[in-house]
């Protein structure tokens, strides 16, 4: 079982930046593809970027692209998203998933954190 722990969100204004965190509990933490997703309110949530933990291969969600920065540190068992240039479109609940498969949808990720909050003011 894996459990997953976000920490980082808030309030930030437009064109600033965020850095969210992800602690996961499971030692396999090396073998998952750990990826952050997010939520608007009466949207479906949809995938931001994925890091393929044993290799470090990342993808992006492309209106994200250039702008937020996904990375992992093995050691520690976490991952993180810098989120810079942040604009009121990215405020959402974000949550941290784990999964074992290279993929955007939500479906095919077995383990979530609990959400935090990021709101961008304009």
């Known amino acids: 079982q894996v459990q997953l722990v976000e920490s980082g969100g808030g309030l930030a204004q437009a064109g600033g930046s965020l850095r969210l965190s992800c602690a996961a509990s499971?030692?396999?933490?090396?073998?998952?593809?750990m990826a952050w997703f997010r939520q608007a309110p009466g949207k479906e949530r949809e995938f931001v970027a994925a890091?393929?933990?044993?290799?470090?291969?990342?993808m992006y969600l492309e209106p994200v692209k250039g702008r937020f920065i996904i990375s992992s540190d093995n050691a520690k068992k976490t991952v993180s998203l810098q989120m810079n240039s942040l604009k009121p479109e990215d405020t959402a609940v974000y949550y941290c998933?784990?999964?074992?498969?290279?993929?955007?949808?939500?479906?095919?990720?077995?383990?979530w954190g609990q959400g935090t909050q990021v709101t961008v003011s304009s």
């Open positions: 499971e030692r396999a933490f090396s073998s998952y593809v």
């Open positions: 890091i393929g933990v044993p290799d470090g291969g990342t």
């Open positions: 998933a784990a999964g074992f498969l290279w993929d955007t949808r939500p479906t095919q990720y077995g383990w």
